[in-house]
């Protein structure tokens, strides 16, 4: 639910054109077989259970959700804190259809993102990612609690309900460490954390397309989870198949930049300038448009700067995940036996801008 600005690409607006076929073929029959049921009510019961059983899986009961207050505002919709069946949930609330402004070919489009964002989360089980509760698509049963009361939600609001991490993203816990950095064990941590995600992801075949540090989650204990599932698909055995500009500028691989053909190893070249964020407390490229960064990421090896101090067990990591070919970044798993290998006792964090540039990098109690 990135808003879209001068230099940055909002993901959950891209790539909708090239979703998977299958899950095409399931969103037009399940909403083929609804709209037949509730015009013809007598006709043949065993396609309207068919339809039923096809969102069992993950639909939930809405007379068990409470939706409270706002966490996050986009342009389809927003992100509530909430309850359902008595356990705290984040609640992702998408309108497609207000005020008429779309036509009915953008509203199935998005609505074929949500199917796919369901199918795919909803399968998912490890602990370095979000847990999926489940969803609605259009329900009428929906309230959100106020002050004043219950306000009802009109009938065309989808949502999809997940645990809520009150860590918040790991984006903002960087910004907040910002001046004074991470201990290198916390980072080496959550590295682990993202990359073991990331390769659960991969062996279900699954490509995120969108890693970076905003999609990512902390528990209460400063786990890091992934989330936002609004651009992922199954990986296509056809390397030919999955090609546009799908992701986030700062975190796009060369090979997605340049509209080639790409697999799962675009997650890995995030994932390395994810590990210089963490260990950074920065934005990469800051100063660079859009444009900018495509040309000097593709066609001048463009990479962000890794500080002297940074260990070289980790900086070796960062420059093998974006190395400019696919062919030569380490699968996760790979990564995750890397990242294992480390020695966080002797320190090894960055060192802040303003403190003494000397023996500072192995201040064991620097971060939090």
Known sequence: MEKSSDGFVRADQIDLKSLDEQLEKHLSRAWTMEKNKKKQPDSDSTTAEAATRQRQEWEIDPSKLIIKGVLARGTFGTVHRGVYDG???????????????????????????????????????????????????????????????QIGMPSNICCVVVEYLPGGALKSYLIKNRRRKLAFKVVVQMALDLSRGLSYLHSQKIVHRDVKTENMLLDKTRTVKIADFGVARVEASNPSDMTGETGTLGYMAPEVLNGSPYNRKCDVYSFGICLWEMYCCDMPYPDLSFSEVTSAVVRQNLRPEIPRCCPGSLANVMKRCWDANPDKRPEMDEVVSMLEAIDTSKGGGMIPLDQNQGCLCFRKYRGP
């Open 87 to 149: 356990q705290d949930v984040a609640v992702k609330l998408l309108d497609w259809g207000e005020e008429g402004h779309r036509t009915d070919a953008e509203i199935a489009s998005l609505r074929a993102a949500f199917t796919q964002e369901v199918a795919v989360w909803h399968k998912l089980d490890h602990p370095n990612v979000t847990k999926f509760i489940g969803a609605t698509m259009g329900s009428s049963g929906l309230n959100i609690q106020t002050e004043n009361g």
